[in-house]
């Protein structure tokens, strides 16, 4: 159930000494006979060194191998930072005999340090050593920063299977953030059908988490397709096994998210677009008011409304005096104005459902948040990332 | 120094039972000889109804008075709620002999619930009678919800002056929130001039305060100008004045905002434009990463870029690799890298500056905002508002 389940992959995760006495080194090679590949990165317009290097690499649809690391960003550390991305390519080519191109780089943790190069050279050298095809959990388990489980999901077909790998416990937002994702098949891909879909499906379930609202450097998500299963699914039907596994990875990431106590679904129906739900939803989850309220479980719908609120007319057209809102099945708002009492909320359990209907259109969009804590404040207080 | 320090105004504050043995109700009355007023209110579409009321009352450049409670917001209250803030004013209106039109109503507290109309009858009735020329203290305290203390303000010129006083702790964020305003001149001012220059001085203090992100539906700034000193000053005296104003009132709000530990000033220098700058101190005040980093002494500065970084090209232009920040005096980001270290900055004190030179234009923004800390979960996970 990891990255090295699809046929033609090996994987390791090794300890370099990029962080102490952890797994932090990892590399995933593709054995082929496909290197088709697609990658989505950040959409910050202030990215990592290694950001900039797997994009130039993935140009061309294809990739050999992907070497990753925690235990520092290598983002904002000018030409020498992108040297060292570099060079990291190049250590990972020359060991596998691959072309440099053909090598992404995925790096994680805090901005503004260069890289321990002497660490990674150690770490290209160990994990080289160590590739498995039983490797992908060891592999997740050395992409972790503040994680407090590895994220491994896989899904599988008649005669072919996905696999994917996932880090990211804070700065889930919308666009990604701090979030690494390694997804695999052994599937026959052509590479303008991997981009798209994968497009597609990073859209519908990483673009759906919104932890803090804070959106990373460093982001990447890449698909990469072995063909080693000798099978050729439909689009449709990749597509949709694509978008499962996204899904899968997605739920762990924010069920993890950094120090939360609930994991909260918000999601909005009747909307006139996909655009307006998804803003409506990503306002509500915005809310420091709201997230707050729900980890003292409090249902607070006036929080849920005000949020609502701030979204503009031409971005979200619906009339206030429309809104409905269920928090865990309970409409205490219909109209815009209270309905059922807020005491017959039972907020405690981890799962939070705030249901919008705003009776604008015929779209929904679901959305995946989670509250603000104490623990939040202290690890993102604590811990320099 | 406060809302009766101007001529012509008598104030009240008392405790009419909204909340437990607190003080709940506040009146304003400008005894004139003019009733130039000007206002401005929340820009969220989902707004409550004595936002309705007041919009109305003001459209004519004229009000004889505010009332203004705590213990409840009265939004999301429907129909009914509306009829309650309109009775609220005739009432008023009927005890002090003016038309209900010239009486605006502000409201603060719970979303979503009705206003206990008996109370807020008796409130008028020892309001009136309480009126007094002394009254601006006990007028601003009756306005407070999480407040520590009450805000209030006074600027003295040649002959006439300006007093104001402020409520809001949380909730404060661009376009205003939970924010109730009330500023008093005897200065001789033209409706245009008033509306003018309101609208000015909100831009540059009120809408440049961030502190949680969140709107209210509440907000509201009011101008009352008695023109009791038969002064009229030039208006670019008294813009500089209620400017001036403005600022001291803004001060003390973040100082005051919930939970907080450090004030955090974000200033932006060679911005493309004003909008430019705004929006890239926005996003930095809006990271909840930084934020807590703040809290935490953490001099972050990789947290600032990947925030930078969030706002889009066509709005801010500038080139991640000129960007410098500097922490409290010390540029530990030069063109967009490390610069001196991280432990030179001293982070001990209450005041954090923030200054990001974009290198772009010739445009400067500041605005203001605060950590996020354990206080500020407690307070908005256990207190309903």
Redesign the interface.
Known sequence: MSITQPKGFRAAGVACGLKDNALDFALVVNDGPSTTAAAVTTS????AAPVRWTREAVVDGNLRAVALNSGG?N????EE?YADAVATAHLVASAITAAPADVAVCSTG????RLNMRAIRSGVGMAVEALSPEGGEEAARAIMTTDTRPKTAAVTRKGWSLGGMAKGA??LAPQLATMLVVLTTDARIEPEIAAETLREAVEFSFNRLDS??????NDTVLLLCSGASGITPEPHEFEVALEELCHDLARQLIADAEGAAHDITITVTHAASQAAGVAVARAVS????LK??V??K?P????V?????????WLAPFQ??DVDVSINGVMV?K????HESRDKVDMSGREVEILIDLKAGEEKATLLTND???D???????Y??
């Open positions: 910050n317009r202030i990215y960003a983002a904002c550390t000018g930072g805090l901005i503004g340090e804070g700065m803090d609202g804070c959106m990373s450097t915005r809310s420091n008011l707050a309220a980890f003292g409090d607070n719908w006036g929080r409304l005000s949020s609502i609120g701030t979204v503009p007319q206030p005096d708002c109209g815009g104005a209270a603000l804590t104490y939040y404040v202290t690890e993102n207080s604590a320099s990332s």
